[in-house]
T-cell receptor
């Protein structure tokens, strides 16, 4: 069985400060993990993915995430927030090799000037 | 351009009507998915299909039906049995082996009038 937990439903930061969005997963299999971003009334865009290669994954728009097996975590970070980063972020797990996607409940990121 | 297309973007349904949401992809992906998104509830899986002429129920399949007659197409019908259909519906597709990240359409907002 697989599951994913996003530990914060809302995160607020000031522009120019670091961003941390937390995600913990549970998987009986070797997992593939993803972060997606969704702007209002839009589809989801892939930010980055982990599929059993390097544990530190770099994505688009300056985001990165680190796969920590011992902590079953895949937290999303960015050194300096920009106003355009304000959106909903979803952590997703699936089984490497193919299976249905399991979504977290999302974290809404607010960025203040 | 390769991608996944949902139509229409906005849809209005009268009480007791069935409506069908379209989803087409030209990415040659094996798997296709339908999700429902409600405010504050993240994405919930309605149906998914990993091969033509086969599909599985997700977590909230009641009141919905799908078909997968072609690899490129995975239409979703919201039937009159779905008591609370007003929501944002997202279609996605992915490979089932190798690069398994999902690509999303831009969504259809369904409103009951």
């Amino acid at each position: 069985a697989q599951s994913v937990t996003q530990l914060d439903s809302h995160v607020s930061v000031s522009e120019g400060t670091p961003v941390l969005l937390r995600c913990n997963y549970s998987s009986s299999y070797s997992p593939s993990l993803f972060w997606y971003v969704q702007h209002p009334n839009k589809g989801l865009q892939l930010l980055l993915k982990y599929t059993s290669a390097a544990t530190l994954v770099k994505g688009i728009n300056g985001f990165e995430a680190e796969f920590k097996k011992s902590e079953t975590s895949f937290h999303l970070t960015k050194p300096s927030a920009h106003m355009s980063d304000a959106a909903e972020y979803f952590c997703v797990v699936t089984r490497t090799g193919g299976d249905k996607l399991i979504f977290g409940t999302g974290t809404r990121l607010q960025v203040f000037p | 351009d390769g991608g996944i297309t949902q139509s229409p973007k906005y849809l209005f349904r009268k009480e007791g009507q069935n409506v069908t949401l379209s989803c087409e992809q030209n990415l040659n992906h094996d798997a296709m998915y339908w999700y429902r998104q409600d405010p504050g509830q993240g994405l919930r899986l309605i149906y998914y299909s990993q091969i033509v002429n086969d599909f599985q129920k997700g977590d909230i399949a009641e009141g919905y039906s799908v078909s997968r007659e072609k690899k490129e197409s995975f239409p979703l019908t919201v039937t009159s049995a779905q008591k609370n259909p007003t929501a944002f519906y997202l279609c996605a597709s992915s490979m089932i082996r190798g690069e398994v990240e999902a690509f999303f359409g831009q969504g259809t907002r369904l409103t009951v009038v």
